[in-house]
């Protein structure tokens, strides 16, 4: 399993972008750093935040947990981090880049493994399925979560040898997600949250990879 948490991170002046139309222009604006497969759920709850919070504008930034983490270390003015697991807030609270206690941890993420429709991989049959694929994506395992989370669920699988030299490594979950999407490779290990919706739901058959 893959524990996420949030940072709070201290309150930074940001320029905001240009109201809808018919909309005051706001006087705060909260910049967000997100862990990519966060995208389907914080479009809608950023819209119901600013419904509720008039005046307030929420601004997200999507991409790999650690590649967002490196940002903040540099300086970057994001006022909360929503990471994908642990590891990075933990560093950036150790850096003294978040005040001591501020993270929260917010949801349990899964890992899937994800097939297209004509793929001769089988994801019910599990991880030892893959050995009939010829590419599969991951998100890098450097800076991604769920890029770490695959490879140490392919090694403890014991499947890693077998497919090492057909992983496709992207630099960010959604990456790996678009390349699945768009028939780039025929296998990948994503984020529940992003096979829940958009192309992929409709496009392949996934499952769940066991938590342990």
Sequence with gaps: MLSWRTVALPLVA?????????????????????????RPALA?????????????LVRVS?????????????????????SADGVDPARLLAAGRAPPG??????????????????????????????????????????????????????KSGMYADVEGRLVVAESAAQAAAWAATGNVDAALLPHSLVLAGPLATSGRSALVPAE
């Design 14 to 38: 940001l320029a905001t972008l240009s109201p809808p139309e018919g909309r005051a222009a706001p006087t705060v604006s909260i910049a967000v750093a997100a862990a990519s497969d966060l």
């Design 44 to 56: 809608d709850l950023g819209a119901a935040f600013e419904a509720a919070h008039p005046g307030v």
């Design 102 to 155: 501020s993270d929260t941890p917010y949801a349990i993420g899964r890992l899937v493994l994800w097939a297209a429709r004509t793929s001769a991989v089988d994801p019910s049959a599990g991880l030892a399925g893959l050995a009939r694929a010829r590419r599969i994506a991951i998100a890098n395992p450097r800076h991604a979560p769920y890029g770490r989370a695959a490879e140490a669920a392919l090694r």
């Design 62 to 82: 999507y991409g790999a947990s650690g590649a967002l983490a490196a940002q903040i270390e540099g300086g970057a003015p994001f006022d909360l981090f929503f």
